[in-house]
């Protein structure tokens, strides 16, 4: 891990700022009284914004490398939480999450394949795992600093923007060579799904599931107990959840084989999304939150296995061009989610959440 180290550091503290504001945003925007369709229109917004820039990232890594582009778009990201607090209301909230999704999947695509250039096939499980760690450690802290202050007061917004703000200064000042500027990044969806068939669809469909969870799970927690302090706690659980197996499940899928691991987590999920849906009216505070652990805890890593399990398979010049592609998949998956979801919500009740993952 030595040779991505300062990388990994860097993205922790982005990934925290961006954690703040996963939990902040739809629990102010309930407190603004937004529709339930609305919050889930601005996770969708934020995954469109996501999926431009999975399609843009790497021609901009193309041109002026990784370290200008993680430099560049962590500044827009620190930008966009201060005028969320200026400007409150669901059209402009949707514009800022579209600014946020577009730099954050730029940033992603600098992350994953510079990990991948210093990875090989037999520890790649476990590198991807470790960041993945890390990063999803980093964002139960974020949500857990909605805590910290009235989230009706624009406190909580110049945390987030400090934070995307500092993660930007260590690759700033590191030594380590950065990658090598790719010669093409163009993203071609079909070449991606012959390269891995397994890692492009599980992408989707994790995209499907999380983006649903990121944008409604407030929702989902708000119908347990107090909106604010519920929806800290209950999404926390579920990245702590993650973080607890991501390196487990990454040495697991190392040793044993990617496609066994990824099945296995998909059916466990599935299974805590069964219960936490059909428990809902039961559902104490504790339980709540334990069963929203177990859901993320199985649910979180699929991501990275299925990243690491179709770089397998990838050459080492298509390694910007594979992880845009997958973060192109899982973002797409991510912008259909909150829609499908909000209406199944609209339709069922907060259960709907969990029927739909």
């Not at 950065?178 to 079909?190: D, E, F, L, M, V």
């Not at 800290?232 to 973080?243: C, E, K, L, P, Q």
Request: include cysteine; aromatic fraction near 10%.
């Amino acid at each position: 891990l030595a040779p991505v180290a300062t990388l990994l550091f860097s993205a922790s503290i982005l990934l925290a700022g961006q954690g703040l504001q996963a939990t902040l945003l739809p629990v102010r925007a309930g407190l603004e009284n937004f529709s339930t369709f609305s919050i889930g229109t601005m996770g969708a917004a934020y995954f469109f914004g996501f999926t431009v820039g999975c399609l843009k990232g790497g021609d901009l890594v193309r041109r002026v490398g990784h370290i200008r582009v993680f430099l560049a778009m962590s500044a827009m990201a620190s930008a966009a939480p201060l005028v969320h607090g200026l400007v409150v209301g669901p059209i402009a909230w949707d514009m800022l999450r579209f600014v946020t999704g577009f730099c954050l999947a730029a940033l992603y695509i600098v992350i994953e394949s510079w990990l991948n250039e210093r990875s090989t096939n037999a520890n790649r499980g476990v590198i991807f795992s470790t960041y993945a760690m890390i990063t999803l450690t980093m964002m139960a802290a974020g949500q857990m600093m909605t805590l910290l202050y009235d989230p009706i007061g624009l406190q909580l917004f110049v945390i987030a923007s400090i934070l995307f703000s500092i993660g930007a200064v260590p690759i700033a000042l590191s030594e380590s060579p950065s990658p090598a500027q790719p010669a093409s990044t163009k993203t071609n969806i079909p070449d991606l799904f012959r390269v891995s068939p397994s890692g492009t669809v599980g992408c989707f469909a994790v995209g499907l599931a999380n983006g649903a969870f990121w944008g409604l799970s407030p929702v989902y927690a708000a119908s347990v107990g107090d909106a604010v302090t519920m929806a800290a706690w209950f999404m926390a659980a579920a990245v702590i959840g993650g973080a607890i197996l991501q390196w487990p499940l990454g040495l697991l899928s190392d040793a044993i084989g990617r496609r066994k691991v990824l099945v296995a987590v998909s059916l466990l999920a599935a299974g805590a999304g069964i219960a936490l849906a059909i428990m809902l009216p039961q559902l104490g505070k504790t339980s709540a939150v334990l069963l929203g652990g177990l859901w993320g805890a199985f649910a979180f890593p699929m991501y990275s296995i299925a990243v690491a399990y179709a770089n397998d398979y990838a050459d080492q010049n298509e390694y910007v061009k594979v992880s845009a592609g997958l973060l192109l998949t899982y973002g797409v998956g991510a912008i259909i989610g909150p829609f499908a979801a909000s209406a199944l919500m609209t339709l069922q009740g907060a259960e709907g959440l969990f029927v739909f993952t």
